[in-house]
């Protein structure tokens, strides 16, 4: 079993930038592949990223490519999500989450993570 706490959320205008955390707790982080999703209201949940346990795999949607950047610190338990260059339709709320699977396969669609934090909104006005 595994903890998962998003924070950093926040309102932030177009072009603007926000760090997103996650902690976890309970079983050892960097057993885990973690990754960030977002769900719009009305709208599915959606990958975002994800970094393998070692930090040096990572995978992007092509929405974000060049603009978000996943990292992780397997010291402190914590992976990250540095968002630049924000666009209103980054509006959503954010998820993290922790998965089991191999870190060279591409992980997108939610049923592959095991635990999921509660979310942080993020809200870009233009």
């Known amino acids: 079993q595994v903890q998962l706490a998003e924070s950093g959320g926040g309102m932030v205008q177009a072009g603007g930038s926000l760090r997103l955390s996650c902690a976890a707790s309970?079983?050892?982080?960097?057993?885990?592949?973690m990754g960030w999703f977002r769900q719009a209201p009305g709208k599915e949940r959606d990958f975002v990223a994800h970094?393998?346990?070692?930090?040096?795999?990572?995978y992007y949607s092509d929405s974000v490519k060049g603009r978000f950047t996943i990292s992780r610190d397997n010291v402190q338990n914590t992976v990250y999500l540095q968002m630049n260059s924000l666009k209103t339709e980054d509006t959503a709320v954010y998820y993290c989450?922790?998965?089991?699977?191999?870190?060279?396969?591409?992980?997108?669609?939610?049923?592959?993570?095991?635990?999921w934090g509660q979310g942080t909104q993020v809200t870009v006005s233009s």
């Open positions: 989450a922790a998965g089991s699977g191999a870190d060279y396969y591409p992980m997108r669609v939610p049923s592959q993570y095991d635990y």
């Open positions: 309970g079983r050892t982080f960097s057993s885990f592949l």
């Open positions: 970094i393998s346990r070692n930090g040096v795999i990572k």
